[in-house]
């Protein structure tokens, strides 16, 4: 086991934007917000290749899907034995964009770009990248949004509970399909970093190395709750309509909840640190002494804005969805307990966490890499000193690119040998 801490002072954030003002109006301030942006067929595909599983799919839960549809994107080229795949696994609002610019079909750029691509940690060069939408998502794969094949309508309210667990089998069924027998390593953080470890315990011999970020071996009370706050914030928006709302007309959706349920995620995802840093106590104009209702601080129209930008790119239904299924997620279930599933990861596993990280304590990543050590796992462990808290991993590019690249380079000569 190595322990190394790395500090890094890069300055590239979100930028708080301007016009988001109004529950009904785009992030430019004219014109209806959408009632989803989830990606439908008939959008266009962008970088996106399809996989369709015609047969049915049954959840942990017991619920059947009759046919999924996979949504995922490639990068690199895979070599002659195969043995030079990646599986990046995505957050909760994230998707199989991990590189790439925005454009037809893309939103927004690829919210891993910095990781990814020629030169860069996971070189595109070197490995072959593969990310894939998760089961229940809103950009590709069967969703919420995706009509139903008995009704000819969407999911909406009938989409059942999927798992962390089901979106791992999902996964598995693609890395047949292409072709790859084993992943040269699976890497995520937070929900994606949940998947990882699913990974490591559901299909120990069809990976090398685990890459597992700001993440949770089974979600915490505190998680939980709030996981349910978040829903309870969206699920109170009257055009939410029980999750029946995709016939609504612009402007009439759930995005007021939406909003909501984001703006109340980023509170934990950013810390107080940052915010403080950014915002202080400055406001969008000048407080005089007759105070009102309206006057906003800076930080209030920066989590707003980081809503109405949701709203464009995701999906109501799915991010209840998802939520549950993070709530859901604990290696140990119907396994014996967490310790009896850390028995079954045995490959090389690179451990990650934020000083700052509210959602998923440092502390917690500190006792993943404690429990697999003492298994005799070899664990590489680091620490971002980072003011941005839970979204360090995304944000800190320079200094999580450098881990992941001292840790993968070996695994790769490794297997190569």
Not at 60 to 73: D, T
Not at 186 to 209: A, C, K
Not at 287 to 296: A, G, I, S
Not at 307 to 322: E, M, P, S, W
Request: charged share 20%.
């Amino acid at each position: 086991m190595s322990d190394t801490t790395n500090t890094t002072t890069d300055d590239r954030r979100d930028p708080a934007g301007a016009g988001a003002n109004a529950g009904h109006s785009t992030a430019g301030g004219s014109g209806p917000l959408p009632v989803t942006g989830a990606w439908r067929p008939g959008d266009p595909a962008g970088h996106r290749q399809f996989l369709l599983f015609d047969r049915p799919f049954v959840t942990e839960g017991g619920a059947v899907l009759h046919e999924v549809e996979v949504a995922y994107e490639t990068w690199g080229e895979l070599d002659g034995s195969a043995s030079n795949a990646v599986l990046v696994c995505h957050a909760l609002t994230g998707d199989s964009h991990a590189h790439g610019p925005a454009g037809s079909g893309h939103p927004t750029d690829g919210w891993w770009d910095e990781l990814i691509g020629p030169g860069r940690a996971l070189d595109t060069d070197r490995y072959h990248v593969v990310c894939a939408n998760v089961l229940g998502g809103c950009q590709g794969t069967t969703g919420p949004a995706f009509l139903d094949p008995a009704t000819g309508r969407p999911y909406g309210s009938s989409f059942p509970v999927v798992s962390i667990r089901d979106s791992v089998r999902l996964q598995a069924a693609l890395q047949r399909h292409l072709g790859i027998g084993s992943w040269l390593t699976v890497i995520g953080g937070s929900m994606g970093g949940m998947q990882v470890l699913e990974w490591g315990v559901t299909y120990p011999d069809r990976v090398r190395s685990l890459a597992p970020m700001a993440t949770a071996t089974a979600a915490t009370a505190q998680q939980i709750a709030w996981s349910a706050a978040g829903r309870a914030a969206l699920v109170a928006d009257p055009r939410f309509r029980g999750g029946d709302y995709y016939d609504a007309a612009p402007g009439d959706g759930p995005h007021d909840g939406l909003i909501a349920a984001r703006m109340l995620a980023m509170i934990h995802y950013r810390s107080d640190e940052e915010f403080t840093r950014r915002f202080g106590r400055s406001t969008t104009e000048p407080m005089d002494r007759w105070f009102r209702v309206e006057h906003q601080f800076e930080v209030e129209r920066y989590l707003r804005h980081l809503g109405v930008k949701l709203v464009h790119r995701f999906d109501a239904n799915t991010y209840r969805v998802l939520n549950v299924a993070m709530d859901l997620h604990d290696i140990g279930r119907g396994r014996g307990g967490v310790a009896a599933a850390l028995d079954r990861i045995r490959v090389p596993v690179l451990t990650l966490g934020i000083r700052t990280d509210f959602l998923y304590p440092l502390q917690h990543q500190r006792e993943l890499r404690d429990e697999l050590a003492a298994r005799g796992v070899e664990v590489v462990h680091h620490e971002l000193d980072s003011d941005v808290g839970h979204d360090a991993f995304l944000v800190e590019s320079d200094a999580v690119g450098d881990a992941v690249a001292k840790f993968l380079v070996p695994i790769q000569r490794g297997s190569d040998a």
